[in-house]
């Protein structure tokens, strides 16, 4: 079974440090990876997409995500962040093959707290 | 505005009083699907629908029911709610599709409707 791990609970940075958050999938075919972002109290927003193509992916916001196939991974990075980003970070992942393309999997969650 | 809607927002009810969370899209997406999200647990697939009358289990479908009968709508019943269905339930929708090899589907999220089960 599909399964997407996120390596950290909680992540505390301040104001203009470099993020990164890490992100596997297990498994061994093609995929389409997600990166959500939810603020307090609010639903989930796309931040970026990878289907096929380029491996490093520009999202809003200045986000970006690369995908590593050797490494079965889709870490998620931002140079400098910002109070605001402060939020919970999700990872996701759906097979793209036939029959199993609508089951998206994601990851536990990602919480980023920005210290101003 | 393109959106998905869900009702209610919160609900509060008992053990076995059957309810339903309804979801509509105003998108015309062929792709609907419901999650729930709990601590620690992210967020877990309940069912999906590939398109009307077409619809799929997730990871996690005991006590819920859902159908497709028309594009717009999928709503999420609960028969007999019980208590570990205590959540924060959000409904999303997509304009899936293929293109050559490639499946596409990036889902638009709904607001959210928190139950609770006492």
């Known amino acids: 079974a599909q399964s997407v791990s996120q390596h950290n609970h909680h992540v505390i940075l301040s104001e203009a440090a470099s993020l990164e958050l890490g992100c596997n999938y297990s498994?061994?075919?093609?995929?389409?990876l997600f990166w959500y972002v939810q603020y307090p109290g609010q639903h989930l927003q796309l931040l970026l997409k990878y289907f096929s193509g380029d491996p490093l992916v520009k999202g809003i916001k200045g986000f970006e995500a690369e995908f590593i196939k050797s490494k079965f991974s889709f870490n998620l990075r931002k140079p400098s962040v910002q109070w605001s980003d402060t939020a919970e970070y999700f990872c996701a992942v759906n097979a793209n093959y036939g029959g199993s393309q609508g089951n998206l999997i994601f990851g536990k969650g990602t919480k980023l707290s920005v210290k101003p | 505005e393109a959106q998905v809607t869900q009702n209610p927002r919160y609900l509060i009810t008992v053990t076995g009083k059957k309810l339903t969370v309804t979801c509509s899209q105003n998108m015309n997406h062929e792709y609907m699907s419901w999650y729930r999200q709990d601590p620690g647990l992210g967020l877990r697939q309940i069912y999906y629908s590939m398109n009307v009358e077409v619809t799929d289990k997730g990871d996690v479908p005991e006590g819920y029911k859902v159908s497709r009968k028309e594009k717009r709508n999928f709503p999420l019943i609960l028969e007999s709610p019980s208590p570990n269905q205590t959540s924060l339930y959000f409904c999303?929708?997509?304009?899936?599709?293929?293109?050559?090899?490639?499946?596409?589907?990036?889902?638009?999220f709904g607001p959210g409707t928190r139950l609770t089960v006492l």
């Open positions: 999303a929708s997509s304009l899936s599709g293929t293109s050559g090899s490639i499946f596409y589907n990036e889902q638009f």
């Open positions: 498994y061994g075919g093609t995929v389409n």
